[in-house]
């Protein structure tokens, strides 16, 4: 037996069970519609009031956020020019089904969902326990509710809700520890021979080549033999794809498309590859591409082990150029394009505990030898007995 309807101190809305319905007239047909709490269901009625009012109603969805989601996901072409990568299609699938649609219940109506209860998932992610035991990271928390979020943006844009609930979401932000940094901790070039001493010789080559073009693992994986430029006066590397989940694809950014050159000695030991251009340049026993978390596994970590360094991981090469870069003396731009970064400011937020603090000597003398601070203001040039330098 359905719950009864009670009345409320707002007229024509009803308290039935646990939530408050009210009705509108469309088409000469009497409508219901529900919200959970009291003050939702005061705000659409009042909008369904005046949307009748102007002649711009349109009934709102039945459709259910599960099956509008998984719909959604297959057809989604994004919003910008670029378009939306297969790659990315694949992330927002897995992402919507472990996170979106695992907390939100199957039954639940794409118009049921609102501010408070977008609110209530982000919550529900910021406690939500990571691999490792800790909770989410903030960044995961931001590109979990990315997917949900484009997705509500399409089914408003299509009429189906008349607003998106997550578009202004808060997101947290909790202060970084940074006690425990070593994620961005070069090795010093000792270091660095010392490693290439001990990892397998099989993969020696690889590793140097990554610490000395400072390209991102799914960069050296995806190599090909035709992105090795080995002739000329300016050997370099193209970066043009990347290896990730395992799939080839174009690089994420514009700005990640460079060309790095190469020292003549990485130049040689390439050239003895015999690579072809289709080929990997880098690849497994088998002659396939590598894996990236194998690779982490059973080689790096055995040979970081070794040598008393726990805290090497694939990114520490890329954080070992930059480092050689700037105590090489490169200025950030220079850096910025080397990495692939898309602009200078964050190549200096990512690096910054790499550059000397000290504040160093004092500045010499600038193009002048002396000059007496007791000279009375307005003195001749020659009274204050300045010399300047004579032009070169």
């Not at 520890?177 to 290439?196: K, Y």
């Not at 430029?229 to 990347?242: A, F, T």
């Not at 090489?328 to 220079?334: D, L, M, P, S, T």
Request: hydrophobic share 35%; with cysteine.
């Amino acid at each position: 037996m359905p719950a009864r309807m009670e009345k409320t101190r707002h007229a024509g809305i009803y308290r039935r069970g646990g939530r408050y319905v009210f009705s509108y007239r469309l088409n000469g047909k009497q409508r219901w519609e529900s919200a959970r709490t009291l003050d939702e269901a005061r705000k659409l009625k009042a909008a369904q009031t005046a949307d009748l009012a102007r002649g711009e109603f349109s009934q709102r969805s039945n459709l259910s956020l599960h099956g509008y989601a998984r719909e959604w996901i297959d057809r989604y072409q994004g919003t910008g020019r670029r378009g939306f990568r297969e790659e990315t299609r694949g992330e927002y699938r897995a992402l919507l089904e472990k996170y979106a649609l695992t907390f939100f219940p199957e039954g639940t109506g794409l118009t049921e969902l609102t501010p408070r209860t977008v609110a209530d998932f982000i919550g529900w992610l910021v406690r939500r326990p990571n691999r490792s035991g800790g909770s989410l990271a903030d960044s995961s928390v931001r590109n979990a509710l990315k997917p949900l979020s484009a997705c509500l943006a399409t089914a408003r844009r299509e009429g189906l809700i008349r607003h998106n609930p997550a578009a202004d979401a808060t997101l947290p932000h909790r202060p970084r520890i940074e006690e425990h940094d070593e994620d961005r901790r070069p090795l010093s070039r000792e270091q660095l021979a010392a490693f290439l001493a001990v990892v397998h010789p099989r993969h020696r080559l690889l590793f140097d080549f990554a610490a000395r073009t400072g390209l991102r693992a799914s960069e050296v994986i995806g190599l090909d033999g035709r992105h090795l430029q080995l002739d000329g006066e300016s050997p370099s590397v193209r970066v043009r794809q990347r290896y990730r989940r395992g799939r080839v694809g174009p690089i994420k950014t514009r700005y990640a498309r460079r060309d790095v050159p190469l020292a003549s000695d990485l130049v040689d030991e390439l050239r003895a590859l015999r690579v072809a251009a289709d080929a990997p340049v880098f690849t497994s026993s088998t002659g396939g591409r590598l894996d990236r978390d194998n690779m982490l596994a059973r080689v790096i970590k055995p040979a970081a082990q070794e040598l008393d360094a726990s805290w090497v991981g694939w990114h520490t090469f890329r954080h070992t150029c930059a480092s050689i870069l700037f105590a090489e003396g490169r200025n950030a731009v220079q850096v910025q394009r080397w990495l692939g970064h898309h602009s200078p400011s964050f190549t200096l937020d990512t690096y910054v505990h790499l550059l000397e603090e000290d504040l160093g000597a004092p500045l010499e003398p600038l193009g002048v030898n002396k000059v007496r601070t007791s000279a009375p203001f307005g003195a001749a040039e020659d009274d204050l007995g300045i010399t300047l330098e004579s032009p070169v």
